[in-house]
């Protein structure tokens, strides 16, 4: 192919020379041959791509088309339902409460009702009226003295450099608008988050962004001296997030503006990954200490901690230190294996953590077991954007939801999946400036806060229409699901519930036995004693 295209060349250079003669106005084609032949020849001199090489031009097209081909599949071959990972029948949902246009279906459902895994809510002929606005839940443990009144419905942990400027304005503008929090990620709190005036979730990661030391230790001081904030209602310690669970935050190097070296206090010109481990403790009881640490730190606001969950052993022997010590976190934020808004390694991406049902069920059962269910609030989050996502997740034991995607896609977020590149073309996942400048923080802050008022709206008629009138009421046993042609389980068959305080009683189940067995308050590492006790 390479000696046709200098044969091919030659023939055409020579055929527009001899034309010339003839036609002299004709010589313009020499300004279309010469740079096609000049990329060509370029092309087939280059040696790491192969495709290019042998095919100088033509070549060309196959780049072109893996270039735009998610938006083709986007826009062209998926259907409303089977768009991954979010389909575009949720993306167009999404769309449309954010902008406060029509967001109901005509002419019936498009899913398949006796597909396997199809889920629907047990609704009842004695309906409520649910008040949107009475949908808030307490965060405030025993020993917490500063609770906070959160809504059902929150933003998730997303850093500032993973997201652009604009976009964090607008998030915590859209909040304040709105009463709910905004999780600022474990990139720091940043200028921009404390400008848009929301109320604010301050994420401790493994990085200690915002509060370490040169050396990337924590700083208990430069800690006290921020999160005594107003803006700052609630602490979250990130042992492991969805996206990627053991390997620590990744922020690419060319998302690294000086702005954010200064709020980071990192090095410039390399990717940020924060270690997969935190310094500060090392052991269940290590963790539980750190929590009461912060909250002391903080002047008693609530103190929690955000997990995906990996081995059960390890929460077992969080729980056990809870029991043993007394000090008890206020909240535990469950992120389910199938989150994640920004850079992660494919393996970790798909293949690592417990998705949310598992991990939420888990969490919640355990926490029952040792009695201390009562005491702590459970916040799920892991792909949560409509009313019934929030329905289901409440159903199986969470008190509170956060959203990541859906809140980028309410800000304008169209999928295009570049967030780890720097070249996100909405500007919500990028620190280039052009880019940056279409997302108008004053117009996205208030589609942020249409989509939180639209989906908690969505969220108390489905509470309403099973006959309940507050989210205590909820149970598993509301949600169906489809489990093969002619089976349909409830949730509370699917995922049976223990009893308050059996795991005190030394009544467990099996399904826990080994994970009560082999876990100790000193280490996460499973232990060989056969004669460990919860005390």
């Known amino acids: 192919m390479r000696r046709l295209f200098f044969k091919v060349s030659a023939f055409i250079f020579f055929g527009i020379l001899g034309i010339s003669f003839y036609a002299p106005k004709l010589l313009f084609l020499y300004f279309i041959f010469f740079p096609l032949f000049f990329i060509g020849v ?55 409460r954010a902008k406060k246009q029509t967001d109901t279906l005509p002419f019936g459902t498009q899913r398949n009702t006796y597909e396997v895994g199809y889920e629907w809510i047990s609704h009842s002929l004695a309906a409520k009226k649910v008040d949107p606005l009475s949908l808030r839940i307490q965060i405030g443990g025993p020993h917490c003295t500063k609770p906070y009144l959160a809504s059902i419905f929150n933003i998730s942990a997303m850093s500032y450099g993973a997201l652009s400027r604009n976009a964090v304005l607008a998030l915590s503008g859209g909040a304040k608008l709105g009463g709910f929090y ?29 509060c370490r030391n040169p050396d990337g230790s924590f700083s208990a001081e430069i800690f006290q001296h921020q999160a005594v904030h107003p803006n700052i209602k609630m602490i979250e310690i990130k042992l492991s997030q969805g996206a990627k669970p053991s390997h620590g935050g990744i922020l690419p190097a060319a998302k690294i503006t000086p702005e954010i070296i200064k709020i980071r206090n990192v090095e410039a010109g390399r990717d940020v990954i924060s270690p997969p481990t935190h310094g ?41 230190a809870m029991v043993e010590t007394g000090i008890l976190p206020d909240f535990i934020t469950v992120d389910g294996g199938e989150g994640g808004t920004g850079a992660a390694p494919l393996e970790f991406s798909n293949n690592v953590g417990a998705p949310l049902e598992e991990g939420l069920t888990y969490i919640h059962d355990v926490l029952t077991g040792f009695d201390l269910r009562r005491y702590i609030r459970i916040i799920a989050s892991g792909k949560i954007m409509t009313g019934f996502n929030i329905f289901s997740r409440m159903a199986l034991g969470a008190d509170i939801c956060n959203s990541a995607r859906g809140m980028m896609l309410a800000l304008g977020c169209i999928q295009a999946r570049r967030c780890n590149t720097n070249h996100c073309p909405t500007g919500v996942a990028t620190s280039n400036e052009e880019l940056m400048y279409g997302l108008d923080p004053a117009d996205k802050k208030v589609r942020i806060y249409n989509f939180h008022k639209n989906t908690v709206h969505a969220f108390a008629e489905l509470v309403g229409a099973s006959g309940l009138t507050d989210t205590s009421q909820m149970s598993r046993s509301l949600v169906h699901r489809r489990v093969s042609a002619d089976l349909v389980k409830s949730y509370s068959g699917l995922f049976p519930e223990v009893a308050p305080g059996c795991f005190l009683n030394g009544i467990v189940s099996e399904k826990y036995t080994f994970d009560f067995r082999k876990s100790s308050s000193d280490t996460f590492t499973i232990v060989h004693s056969q004669n460990r006790t919860a005390a």
């Not at 370029?42 to 290019?52: F, P, S, T």
């Not at 893996?66 to 998926?78: D, L, T, V």
């Not at 600022?184 to 200690?208: C, F, K, M, R």
């Open 42 to 96: 370029q092309n087939a001199l280059q040696k790491k791509k192969a495709v290019l090489r042998n095919f100088p031009l033509f070549g060309i097209f196959r780049y072109l088309l893996e270039m735009i081909r998610p938006e083709i599949q986007q826009y062209f071959i998926e259907s409303e339902t089977d768009g991954l990972p979010i389909p575009r029948e949720v993306r167009s949902v999404v769309y449309q």
């Open 182 to 210: 905004h999780n600022t990620g474990e990139g720091g709190v940043s200028p921009h988050h404390l400008a848009g005036g929301g109320d604010l979730v301050w994420q401790i990661g493994t990085g200690y962004f915002g």
């Open 280 to 320: 500060a403790f090392s052991t269940p009881k290590g963790l539980i200490n750190f929590v009461q640490k912060l909250r002391e730190l903080s002047g008693g606001k609530p103190v929690g901690f955000k997990l995906c969950l990996g081995q059960p052993v390890e929460f077992m022997a969080i729980c056990k």
